[in-house]
């Protein structure tokens, strides 16, 4: 990293800062993120984040940040993504552009940021033989708080409330 860093100091160094900054930064950021909240409120589940956070703080989540987490955030992300995308210009410094060169180097940084999701979304895959891509997306034993108090209230808090919902789904269904 130290070595790498050095580039940054020799005279073409902000012109190489202002695009990574621009590539590997800007745009692999809203794709990650985007990634990410799909993964936290699709995947593990937007209940199971809640109970989480209600754990935590000792309040309900109100419904507006329900809808806000799992489709105001997400498709504001996309479309504020999808718009840098189509009005994007050649980035500059300085009033100078950059070369093609540069601009084909920008877009393999963005790649480069960008493969990591699926590379090791099938790295995972590939090294857990024995579980289908179902359980992988499933939290493990592991998960929740390390400290075993705490933990074990956690677990508590958690089985309540399924409790709960499944009492709540008999009653509705009557």
């Known amino acids: 990293g130290f070595?790498?860093?050095?580039?940054?100091l020799t005279p073409g160094g902000q012109w190489i800062l202002n695009l990574v900054d621009t590539y590997g930064g800007t745009y692999v950021v809203f794709c990650l993120a985007v990634f990410e909240m799909v993964g936290i409120f699709?995947?593990?589940g937007l209940q199971s984040f809640c109970d989480?956070?209600?754990?935590?703080?000792?309040?309900?989540?109100?419904?507006?940040?329900?809808?806000?987490w799992t489709l105001i955030t997400p498709g504001l992300m996309a479309i504020m993504f999808l718009y840098s995308i189509i009005s994007l210009e050649r980035i500059q410094y300085s009033g100078w552009e950059y070369p093609d060169s540069a601009i084909v180097a920008g877009w393999l940084i963005f790649v480069i940021g960008l493969i990591q999701f699926p590379l090791w979304t099938i790295w995972v895959i590939t090294h857990n033989n024995n579980k289908t891509v179902l359980q992988l997306l499933k939290p493990t034993e592991e998960w929740g708080p390390v400290d075993s108090d705490l933990r074990a209230n956690?677990?508590?808090?958690?089985?309540d409330r399924e409790d709960e919902r499944k009492r709540a789904h008999k009653t509705n269904k009557i």
């Open 3 to 8: 070595f790498s860093g050095l580039v940054y």
């Open 154 to 159: 956690w677990k508590l808090f958690k089985r």
């Open 52 to 68: 989480d956070m209600e754990f935590m703080i000792n309040r309900k989540v109100t419904v507006y940040w329900r809808v806000c």
């Open 42 to 44: 699709w995947v593990y």
